[in-house]
């Protein structure tokens, strides 16, 4: 059984930066494609950014480009998301998830596992 958790969320002022961690077990972490989602209060859950199981492909939605920065080490087992220049817009719970494929996935519901999610705040 795969397990996720997320860490790194918390309140920053606009203008700051985070680094969200997605730590990974159960399985081989290699094989698997890893994405960040968000959701703000009274909104659906969005993908962020996602990763294929090398590193070799991201994606980003239009929202984050060039402000986040999704990577990963197979190396080494967490998945992070880089965060700069960040705007109350960006307040939401983030969530990792994974699947197991090395294509890289976007959609929510192509994903198997997930994180309990963790809180980012950003203030004005």
């Known amino acids: 059984q795969v397990h996720l958790v997320e860490s790194g969320g918390g309140l920053v002022q606009a203008g700051d930066s985070l680094r969200l961690s997605c730590a990974f077990s159960?399985?081989?972490?290699?094989?698997?494609?890893r994405g960040w989602f968000r959701q703000a209060p009274g909104s659906e859950q969005d993908a962020v950014a996602a990763i294929s199981w090398n590193g070799g492909s991201t994606y980003y939605a239009d929202a984050v480009k060039g402000r986040f920065t999704i990577s990963r080490d197979n190396s080494q087992n967490p998945v992070y998301l880089q965060m700069h220049n960040l705007t109350p817009y960006d307040t939401a719970v983030y969530y990792c998830a994974a699947v197991r494929t090395r294509n890289i996935r976007v959609l929510r519901a192509t994903y198997a596992y997930w994180g309990q999610g963790t809180q980012v705040t950003v203030s004005s």
């Open positions: 159960g399985r081989a972490f290699s094989n698997y494609g």
